[in-house]
């Protein structure tokens, strides 16, 4: 079986990388469906981009028809979003986002502690700071008793994060927003495809932004996308992601505002486009292998399908499978289980990322440098104080399988096989 390569795989990643790269390009041109690796061409992407090769014009401009635009008109459609923005990546997406809602030097943006350490570079590299909050224990995303608790006075805005694709529940995200006079960000990078209270993810926020980076629910190197409803804001993203030229945008040629080069490539577009299209089939599968997925594990006391705030399958975009774990009703430890699915070759991870209060940067006050203004001695605290529902989540009640365990059957079986078999090995040991 195929699958029982993968641990031959892992190894000669290790020992011979250039020959490994070149295995993993020839099966991925060959075989790519069948052996379920992911990201994978979902549409005509070589011919996409060929066209857009064979034109004159590779870079973003505003005439009629091109790539960006065709895709910020179907994206926009796809998430029920009046108004599409393409830009460079999920970070640019978010730094333009605050700058665009008026976010200024020494005001605070809540994020959870958890989320990707990207979001919280973003906040201060648009000279705001970033404060942040623990998540739920059951749910694993936006702890909104606690984010109360961290709004201060220099509150302007709360990032809700679709975390790993599962939907972040955006009523209670907006009725707090609404509450305490902030903006909402949506941050649906992993969420393409989520649905909350029957709406995408991505149409709750004040903007949602989505990135097509690395591990991302469509992909196409890096890319991203912000969506919004308000007319105004478009515009002024659209100058934002261009120098802040207001020419295009707005008809004077002036730049007003601290702004970005943070446009997307006309050949990143056409990728976009042929992934978008392919993408809703891609989810309809990998929902259904989610479904085999959890029958398969209902007889594991202690192991349950983590679905954030929604409670059906179709609600989540998967782009991790996130599982809880009770690790004492289950009897093995998620140590272990990690151990066994790497060296077994089978995707697996974090529920969550590290605490981003834990990385250097943040631990260590080299972030001290780049508060503007505010009250540094309150973001001091925030740092350092305890977020014990993510900790935990990161280190015993929680993981998530890849996609690519759902894409092939094979590697489906072999996930289940590795997960029965380090479950029973745990139980012994
Ligand atoms: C939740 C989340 N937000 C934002 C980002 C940043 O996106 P990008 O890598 O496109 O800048 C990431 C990247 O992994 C992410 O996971």
């Known amino acids: 079986m195929l699958y029982r390569l993968l641990p031959l795989l892992v190894k000669l990643r290790t020992v011979s990388p250039g020959l490994y790269y070149l295995v993993i390009r020839l099966a991925k041109r060959f075989m790519g469906a069948s052996l379920g690796v992911y990201p994978r061409v979902m549409g005509n992407e070589l011919a996409a981009v060929k066209a857009v090769l064979e034109s004159s014009q590779w870079n973003m401009a505003y005439g009629r028809g091109l790539a960006h635009e065709r895709l910020e008109h179907e994206f926009a459609d796809s998430v029920g979003s009046k108004y599409a923005i393409a830009v460079a990546s999920g970070g640019v997406a978010l730094q333009m986002s605050m700058r665009a809602l008026g976010l200024k030097p020494g005001d605070e943006t809540v994020v959870q502690v ?40 220099s509150s302007k805005a709360l990032i809700a994060t679709h975390m790993w694709g599962n939907p972040e529940d955006m009523a209670a995200a907006r009725a707090l927003a609404n509450e305490r006079g ?12 989520a649905v909350v209270g029957g709406r995408p993810a991505g149409s709750w926020g004040d903007v949602g932004v989505f990135s ?32 802040g030229d207001r020419a295009i945008e707005f008809g004077v040629r002036d730049t007003t505002t601290l702004a970005w080069n943070g446009r997307m490539s006309e050949l990143i577009a056409a990728v976009a486009r042929e992934q978008l299209k392919g993408y809703p089939k891609h989810l309809a599968e990998l929902r259904n292998a989610v479904e085999d997925f959890r029958g398969e594990i209902a007889s594991y006391a202690g192991l349950s399908l983590c679905l954030g705030s929604g409670d059906a399958i179709a609600s989540s975009a998967f782009t991790q499978v996130v599982l809880k774990l009770d690790e004492t009703q289950l009897g093995a430890k998620k140590a272990d289980l990690l151990a066994r ?89």
């Open 114 to 153: 958890d989320t990707c350490s990207a979001t919280a570079l973003a906040v201060m590299n648009a000279g705001v700071t970033p404060i942040f909050a623990d998540v739920s224990a059951e749910t694993f995303m936006l702890d909104f008793d606690d984010v109360r608790r961290r709004i201060g006075p």
């Open 182 to 193: 902030l903006k909402l960000i949506e941050d649906a990078c992993l969420g393409l495809g």
């Open 212 to 243: 097509f980076g690395c591990i991302k629910p469509i992909q196409t190197g890096e890319g991203g996308m912000i969506v919004t409803n308000d007319e105004g804001l478009a515009r002024e993203l659209r100058s934002l992601r261009h120098w």
């Open 341 to 429: 699915f790497a060296v077994s070759g089978v995707p697996a991870w974090q529920a969550n990322f590290e605490l981003i209060n834990s990385l250097t940067f943040f631990k260590q006050g080299g972030w001290r440098d780049w508060i503007l203004r505010g009250d540094i001695e309150r973001v001091a605290d925030n740092y350092a104080s305890a977020f014990p529902n993510a900790e935990k989540l990161y280190q015993s009640n929680g993981f998530g399988f890849g996609k690519p365990n759902f894409l092939s059957s094979g590697n489906f079986r072999n996930m289940i096989s590795v997960l029965n078999s380090a479950i029973e090995n745990g139980r012994k040991s």
